[in-house]
Every structure is written in C-alpha cells, then in structure tokens.
C-alpha cells in the first residue's frame, strides 16, 4: 500500500512521513501554534458551540438577546476557525494536514455566513412586526 505525505497527501515511499522538508517544517510549524494555542482554542470553541443553541432557544421567548447570543457566538467561532484553523484528528488522518486546516477555514467562513443569516432573519421579524 501506498503511503502519503503527512501534510500534503502526496503518494511517498514507506521509509518516508513527508514528501519534502517544507511539508516536515509546517506541520512541526502547526503542531507548535496548536499546542500555544489548545487552551484559548478549545475555552472560545466551548463557549460559543455552546452558545449558538443557547441563543436559539432564548429566540421564541427573547428575539432579541437570542439572536445576539446565536449570531456573536457565530461570528467568534468562525473568525476562531479561520485564525486557529486546528482541525479535530479524525479530520487530519483522513484529509491529512494540508486540506483539513483548509477544511477548517472553510468551515469557519460557514459558521460566520450563518451568524449573518441569524443577523438577517432578525432584520426579517422586525420588518414584519
Ligand atoms: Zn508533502
């Protein structure tokens, strides 16, 4: 069977883990941003996949509040995701590390195109009230 470069997927020998030295230097380079960053990454994640159904439930009884929670909790997460792009290690062994931070971003970007539809949605009842 054919192994892959860790990083870029591309099809390596068995002796090898990366294809060049550029893809060993940027996954030690993630490696070392990911182990600085873990805490902050996974207290923000927490609070906000926390906040977004929080803010969901609060809308029928709290338009406003609810939507604030859900669409700041959006936008936190998804700028979090892009900066802090650490995808989870099923995500890494699957995609390896190349496409799955750039999985993550992509993912980020969604996360902050539904807080705008949050945002929109509101803007929607208020017109209609
Ligand atoms: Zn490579």
């Known amino acids: 069977m054919l192994k892959k470069c ?21 996954t030690n380079k993630f490696y070392e941003m990911s182990e600085k960053f873990e805490k902050l990454f996974s207290i923000v994640n927490m609070i906000c996949v926390f906040g977004i159904p929080v803010g969901v439930f609060l809308f029928p009884f709290a338009k406003v509040p609810g939507t604030i929670i859900a669409s700041i ?6 700028i979090l995701l892009i900066l802090l792009p650490f995808p989870t290690e099923s995500m ?9 931070v750039k999985i993550t971003r992509i993912i980020g970007i969604c996360v902050i195109v539904l807080g705008l539809l949050i945002c929109g949605f509101l803007f929607f009842f208020f017109m209609n009230e």
């Open 6 to 26: 860790d990083y870029c997927a591309k099809e390596i020998t068995y002796f090898e883990q990366y294809c060049c030295d550029e893809c060993h230097a940027k």
């Open 73 to 78: 909790s959006c936008f936190i997460l998804g």
């Open 92 to 100: 890494i062994s699957k995609f390896k590390l190349k496409k799955a």
